[in-house]
Nanobody, 119 residues
Framework: QARLVESGGGLVQAGGSLRLSCTAT?????MAWFRQTAGKERDRDFV??????????HYADSVKGRFTISIANANNTVFLQMNSLQPQDTAIYYC?????????????WGQGIQVSVSS
């Protein structure tokens, strides 16, 4: 059964860093991160995406220059290095894989992991 397992979330002070990881039980051509903030339970915002072999990284404007996405382990593990975190980055972060027909264009989703940034 296809699964995505996220790890690395937690609580950090503003200006701090966290690194999220997500491992899929399958190889995929691309992976991505989305986030869902409080009050937007019906929607998720794009954070970043990357293709296999670390090709074509793409970021939301709100995280450019602060977050770095990378992929490893035969294209089944994606990382999100988050630096200079701000309270507005507080959200549940979701990993996505296997682009295609699905929410926001991705077939597989992780269960979500909480990131909280205190001021």
């Amino acid at each position: 059964q296809a699964r995505l397992v996220e790890s690395g979330g937690g609580l950090v002070q503003a200006g701090g860093s966290l690194r999220l990881s997500c491992t899929a039980t399958f190889s995929t051509v691309a992976m991505a991160w989305f986030r869902q903030t409080a009050g937007k339970e019906r929607d998720r915002d794009f954070v970043g995406s990357i293709a296999g072999s670390n090709q074509y990284p793409h970021y939301a404007d709100s995280v450019k220059g602060r977050f770095t996405i990378s992929i490893a382990n035969a294209n089944n593990t994606v990382f999100l290095q988050m630096n200079s975190l701000q309270p507005q980055d507080t959200a549940i972060y979701y990993c996505a894989a296997d682009p295609g027909e699905g929410p926001h264009g991705w077939r597989s989703w992780g269960q979500g992991i909480q990131v909280s940034v205190s001021s």
